[in-house]
């Protein structure tokens, strides 16, 4: 945290080279969170990039009170919950077929399980997959920064703006709805 | 405690974000709640589900995609800056435009003072518009252009860009350059006649650069060709740590390190055996009076058809690079992110 305080403080991202360093760092966390926000490669891939640009654009903003990576997830965050209510208001699929087949098959490749047991994987990723993806936007968010991005309760309340309560609350309440849908599971 | 209020409070309890006190009531709570146990035990499990699908999938992107990630988000950031600069442009022109036709028909229909008001507000707006328009880039194509071009040290490289200067055609490849968008003043060249130097480098300075007025134009700058230095003479010759990878990919070897006269620089020579390729690496805040405030983005010379070199500039914060070579871009890109690759694997080491 201090090394990126100070790599912002001494010229904020003056010159190219220091923002190429902080995607260089954060790009496959970013990315990552986008992808488990959103659920596809090419959504994941253009909204990664917007929010370096949107860094790039307005790090004189950055006060250093927060650690740069929960500065950029903040800002992932809202570009993804921007593009859920979107896609949901066109009512389109948020999950990808494609790349959840892509991701089955990375799981079932792995060479230490037996067939049966791959098949029985890729039945319960799509199973938690599509749960995850159900839940609705703000209790998805919270979740997935919470369980996949292990954030504090503090880091996510900053990086979605609302009070730590909040967090608690729809943390609770996503994950009691992933349980009834995954019981089979759970029991 | 009732259930229902424990309950609340159990998500924060299985993450450790309950102070000890509260921490401690729950405990209590759930060795005699098998109810509340089951719901602990639920939403630990739900949460195991969750990083173990996470880790199966490890949001694995194609693999060349961190190749072309960093070049894609600079062309996205460029086009972005051009599309603002035509939008603002746009905007203040259709202003100006409908201010003075405004101007002009009501003119005719209001007290003189008040029309001469509208006259000169909607003539202002047009020197506004006229003062402020956007600097076009060597992306846009500029065809009127004040140039400069560049002195790379090594003789070879400097004609091969002096070669290209001289086209028959320069105009086509000019880029409008003021003085804040030159860059590297030391290399560069023809300042001294009335901004008409030679086609050379697209460059950059920085936003609110420092850059010195009454400069003079480079002298050339000599290699010293015939020594050859061990990685680790080279090393004791700079105060800066050289990055030399002996293999870039894909199948360049490093050949030579030569040390750069009178400068704390050093060229490394790459070859595969049949193509060179130089890479420069030069301290930043030398003795040579060089400021990282003097650099800014990437540099690139784009060679145009038949012409013999393209080459990437940058610079990381304590050491510029300079990067020449006959490849096409596309090849020269992924060099100059294994060089990045490597500077920032050395500096976290």
Redesign the interface.
């Known amino acids: 945290m201090e090394s990126d305080i100070l790599l912002i403080r001494e010229r904020q991202i003056a010159d190219i080279a220091d923002f190429d360093r902080i995607v260089y760092l954060h790009r496959k966390q970013i990315y990552q969170l986008a992808y488990r926000l959103i659920g596809n490669h090419e959504d994941a891939d253009d909204i990664s990039q917007e929010v370096f640009i949107r860094a790039y654009k307005s790090i004189r903003k950055f006060k250093g009170k927060s650690k740069l990576s929960t500065w950029l997830h903040r800002i992932t965050v809202n570009l993804c919950i921007n593009h859920l209510k979107k896609k949901s208001r066109h009512g389109c699929e948020s999950t990808d077929e494609k790349t959840l087949d892509m991701q089955v098959y990375s799981l079932g490749s792995d060479r230490t399980k037996t067939p049966l047991d791959n098949v029985e994987a890729e039945e319960l990723t799509r199973q938690v997959k599509e749960a995850v993806e159900s839940l609705p936007v703000a209790e998805k968010v919270v979740f997935v920064l919470r369980v996949h991005q292990e954030l504090s309760y503090k880091e996510i309340a900053w990086a979605i703006d609302c009070p730590i309560g909040t967090v608690m609350s729809r943390l609770n309440r996503a994950r009691r709805r992933l349980r009834d849908k995954l019981k089979d599971y759970i029991i | 405690m009732k259930c229902n209020r424990i309950?609340?409070?159990?998500?924060?309890y299985l993450?450790g974000?309950l102070p000890e006190r509260k921490a401690e009531k729950i405990r209590k709570h759930l060795a005699e709640c098998s109810s509340c146990t089951w719901e602990l035990k639920?939403?630990h499990?739900?949460?195991e589900?969750?990083?173990?699908?996470?880790e199966?999938?490890?949001?694995?992107?194609?693999e060349d995609?961190?190749e072309n990630?960093?070049a894609?988000?600079?062309a996205?950031?460029e086009q972005?800056k051009v599309h603002r600069g035509a939008g603002i442009s746009s905007f203040l022109s259709r202003c100006w435009n409908f201010s003075l036709a405004f101007a002009v028909y009501w003119s005719g229909k209001m007290a003189p003072g008040l029309a001469a008001a509208v006259v000169i507000l909607a003539l202002a707006m047009g020197l506004y518009y006229v003062r402020h328009q956007p600097i076009q880039t060597i992306a846009q194509g500029s065809p009127e252009t004040e140039k400069i071009s560049v002195n790379l040290y090594l003789k070879e490289h400097e004609n091969a860009v002096m070669l290209a200067s001289h086209s028959t055609q320069p105009q086509q490849m000019g880029v409008e350059l003021g003085y804040e968008d030159v860059f590297y003043y030391d290399a560069a060249r023809g300042l001294d006649s009335g901004w008409s130097g030679e086609r050379g480098v697209f460059l950059r300075a920085?936003?609110h650069s420092s850059y010195p007025v009454d400069m003079e134009p480079s002298k050339s700058v000599d290699i010293a060709n015939g020594d050859k230095l061990s990685l680790k003479a080279a090393q004791e010759a700079v105060s800066f740590r050289i990055v030399a990878p002996q293999i870039l990919h894909p199948a360049y070897l490093l050949e030579c390190i030569r040390k750069v006269e009178g400068r704390e620089a050093v060229q490394l020579v790459y070859t595969n055996g049949i193509s060179t390729l130089s890479l420069f690496e030069q301290a930043l805040e030398s003795e040579e009076k060089l400021y990282?405030?003097d650099?800014?983005?990437?540099v690139m010379y784009s060679k145009a058809e038949g012409e013999p070199a393209n080459m990437i500039g940058?610079?990381?914060?304590e050491v510029s690079f300079t990067l020449i070579g006959e490849q096409e871009f596309s090849p020269l890109m992924g060099l100059t992110r294994a060089i990045?690759?490597s500077y920032?694997g050395e500096k976290e080491k």
């Open positions: 309950r609340r409070k159990l998500g924060a993450d974000e639920s939403f499990k739900i949460d589900l969750g990083r173990w699908t996470a199966a999938e490890s949001a694995q992107p194609p995609y961190w990630y960093q894609n988000l600079h996205r950031l972005e920085p936003r990282s405030s650099f800014r983005e990437y940058w610079n990381s914060r990045q690759e920032f």
